[in-house]
């Protein structure tokens, strides 16, 4: 399973959950809030260069 970082909107709290389904709405584990933001351009598990050009 993908690991993914997540910010809360509503308190700011940084954090890290395996998500198998990514349109899953993800709880703040601090505050139970659902508004949560989905850090990507950071993967943790994946090897290699992270600086990987978009074209
Ligand atoms: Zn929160």
């Not at 395996?18 to 349109?23: A, D, G, K």
Request: proline share 9%.
């Amino acid at each position: 399973m993908p690991l993914f970082d997540y910010v809360c909107q509503d308190c700011g709290h940084r954090f890290e959950s395996l998500v198998r389904n990514t349109e899953e709405k993800v709880e703040c584990p601090v505050c139970k809030s659902e508004k949560t933001e989905r850090q990507i351009g950071r993967p943790s598990v994946q090897m290699g260069n992270p600086y990987i050009p978009k074209i």
